[in-house]
């Protein structure tokens, strides 16, 4: 596919530009704004106001006539200007205030003034309509919007500042990083550099998502056995007590690139954005659901049909009721959405239905089976909706919930009384798609599914469908080609986008800048780090922590090495097996920044004891030299995450340059069972234990067995 470049001109001329005109409200301000994409030629600021939370910073908010596109602009005290911006893109197209209230190392707005830059967010062109995601030009959401909005920042910094153009650098997550990506390879002079984080592949969606569907539904009753055994002292082997079709499964997901240490969180990880994702896959390729899967040779549900037994479900029953959003929420049916998840990373996905205005739930007439359901289809049978289907994504006694993508218009026809039919076989078929979706000799993690020369084993689709899925968030495939200066991030327990990814983005970009590759570009791998990207969001805090301080180092990090020219740190150094991102164990061979810890009891990972004996810890944190300094470190010995037993860092033996600490610790254990005992530390750059920002987090466990 050709990519063609969208390069924005622009020339704004600002009426009053004397400098006694800086305190000047821009709400009565008239702007001429110049750019070569028209649709965004009328800027308008509607509030500019100074606010003192969550530090004092000029808000200003406007939009372009004729659209809907939005925008917040935080600028800082002049004093702690400095010539730069940070723009943050979100996972899908959202809300221009969605930064507003947070705190800690989340708060985005106080992390750019600290760092001398103000801050952007947008609402990427408007909300999108999950149930029609490509109602409208996906460039707009993907990068136009941000693109446009940005350069009219510039306008508005130097009428309030002074002083030559603004260094713009953009970062986003996920969803967020496609757009990213999308945004800096298809634009020319709108940002010198950004930051994408946990970035998937074009062919990401939905084969991530569907092999570990497959893996959840054969594993189901295995994986307490599965998560004891990678844990530390364990006994190392996950396959033991599989059975073959149990092992095969295992294996299938690992060798597509799921961390198998990250099962951890099997419970909670349910199937995440492919909740809004199902419909566009079935919609794409219809005859895989209706003709093929299960009536031909070479797709599970043919080869295999009682791989299905006890989990498939075709029931009919009729409306009794609908439930309100509210309603659904106390019945446990339906997940609340809260400030934290709206533009994240990890959660974003869940703010794709309008809550509150249409029916979250149904009451049937009748109790539904008690199965694994991961998700499935409302068949409606009669009434002024017949014909239609629509995505279910619980079941609870006799109550389905609903899918945030399901059409207004669809379920203001339901009604009680109207005959309907559950049925999951779509979602059990999807489940194997990936199979069927090789992508071609760039993605070794389908050789799997390959013969000795390289031919798929099994039938093959027409059609590689997650391009398209790829396009709708960033308007453009990625291709490696772009302007200015790029440090990506990928997290070593990424379920949602696995790891591998990001090297083959790193390829991409590898193949057009050749030996120039490290001038412009990096990539950075964080251990113990998930998907999402906010700690709130961790499900378990004793074994995952947050990257947002990696990300933080790394849009300093850059924008240091565009406006000054120093070097960032090199490259996390990896290596990739059997669709798997291996990593050193020391710090002086992985690079990057993140400092490395390993914790032992007598130079061993696990000790068994009586109740009341007490153990004694030996800890080592290495930092990557020049990396920064150890500023905090505490143990999680109950299991709480909560770390409230904190290390005196003055009693630890530390090495002259800071990258080398030592810790003792003693514990006594009381309780009787398994208990392990977690050392959290992190690292800033210049050894600051005040800031909240920029502070890089690394834990290591072990395991006690009280007698």
Known sequence: MRIIKTTIFLFAVLLFANCADNQKNLVETEFQFETADTLFSQPFVDVDEWRDVPVKHRYVHGGFEGTETRFSFYFPPKEQYEGRFFQYITPFPDNENISQGATGENDKIGFSVASGAYFIETNGGGKTDMSNPMANDPTIGAYRANAASAQFSRVVAQKLFGGERPYGYSFGGSGGAYRTVGGIENTSGVWDGCVPYVLGSPVAIPNVFTVRMHAMRILKDKFPQIVDALEPGGSGDMYAGLNEEEKAALKEVTRMGFPPKAWYGYKEMGIHGFLVLYPGVVMAD?????????????????????????????????????????????????????????????????????????????????????????????????????????????????????????????????????????????????????????????????????????????????????????????????????????????????????????????????????????????????????HGDAASQLDDATHAVSYIGVLQQSLRDLSAWVEKGIEPAANTNYKIVDGQVVVPATAEKRKGIQPIVNVSINGRKRTDISAGETVTFNAVVEIPKGMGKLVEAAWDFDGSGEYKDVVDLSKAKISADGSRVEIISKHTFSESGTHFPVLRVASERNGNAETPFARIQNLDRVRVVVN
């Open 286 to 530: 219809q005859n895989y659901f209706t003709e093929d899967f299960w009536n031909k040779p070479g797709y599970l549900g043919y080869d295999n049909p009682q791989s299905f037994d006890g989990f498939r479900i075709q029931k009919k029953s009729k409306i009794k009721a609908l439930i309100a959003y509210e309603e659904s929420v106390e019945l446990g049916i339906s997940e609340a959405m809260s400030d934290a998840d709206r533009g994240s990373a990890d959660n974003s996905w869940k703010n794709t239905g309008d809550k509150g205005e249409k029916p979250e739930a149904f009451q049937l007439e009748d109790i539904m089976p008690e199965l694994q359901f991961l998700g499935g289809d409302l068949m409606i049978l009669t009434g002024e909706a017949a014909g239609a289907s629509i995505q279910i994504t619980k079941i609870v006694d006799d109550k389905v919930g609903l899918a945030p993508t399901v059409p207004l218009d669809i379920l203001s026809k339901i009604k009680p009384g109207d005959e309907v039919q559950l049925d999951n076989s779509n979602f059990l078929a999807v489940q194997t798609y990936h199979r069927h979706q090789d992508p071609g000799s760039q993605y070794p993690v389908w050789n799997q599914f390959r013969d000795e020369n390289g031919n798929p084993i099994y039938p093959q689709r027409p059609m590689i469908i997650g391009p398209m899925f790829t396009m709708g968030a960033a308007g453009a495939l990625p291709t490696g080609k772009f302007e200015g200066k790029m440090i990506l991030l990928g997290s070593l327990w990424d379920r949602e986008a696995y790891p591998w990814q990001c090297d083959w983005y790193r390829q991409r970009v590898t193949e057009n800048l050749g030996d120039k590759t490290d001038d412009n570009f990096r990539l950075r791998y964080t251990e113990h780090a998930l």
